[in-house]
Nanobody, 124 residues
Framework: QVQLVESGGGLVQAGGSLSLSCAAS????????MGWFRQAPGKEREFVAA????????DYADSVKGRFTISRDNAKNTVYLRMTSLNSEDTAVYYC?????????????????WGQGTQVTVSS
């Protein structure tokens, strides 16, 4: 069974930075896509970033390109999301997710495993 445990959410001022972590129980993620999504109140869950565990290729939503960086640490079985230049539009619950053999990696329903979510609040 795959379990994802997120941490790192909190309150940050506009223009600041924050790093999120997602620790995974599975020892081998070969063939998996790891993704970050976010959901604000009253809005649909939206794609933020994704990384292929093998090879490390990445993709980002247009709204976060140049500001967010997704990465992984194989030794720690952990996926990270480094967020910089945060603004109020980034306020949301952030979720990490994992899926095997995913092609449409921007779609939440493609992922089979999800973390519990962590709140990120950006103040003015």
């Amino acid at each position: 069974q795959v379990q994802l445990v997120e941490s790192g959410g909190g309150l940050v001022q506009a223009g600041g930075s924050l790093s999120l972590s997602c620790a995974a129980s599975k020892r081998t993620f070969s063939g998996y896509v790891m993704g970050w999504f976010r959901q604000a109140p009253g809005k649909e869950r939206e794609f933020v970033a994704a990384i292929r565990w093998s090879g490390g290729s990445t993709d980002y939503a247009d709204s976060v390109k140049g500001r967010f960086t997704i990465s992984r640490d194989n030794a720690k079985n952990t996926v990270y999301l480094r967020m910089t230049s945060l603004n109020s539009e980034d306020t949301a619950v952030y979720y990490c997710a994992a899926g095997l053999a995913i092609v449409r990696y921007r779609r939440p329903d493609e992922y089979g495993y999800w973390g519990q979510g962590t709140q990120v609040t950006v103040s003015s």
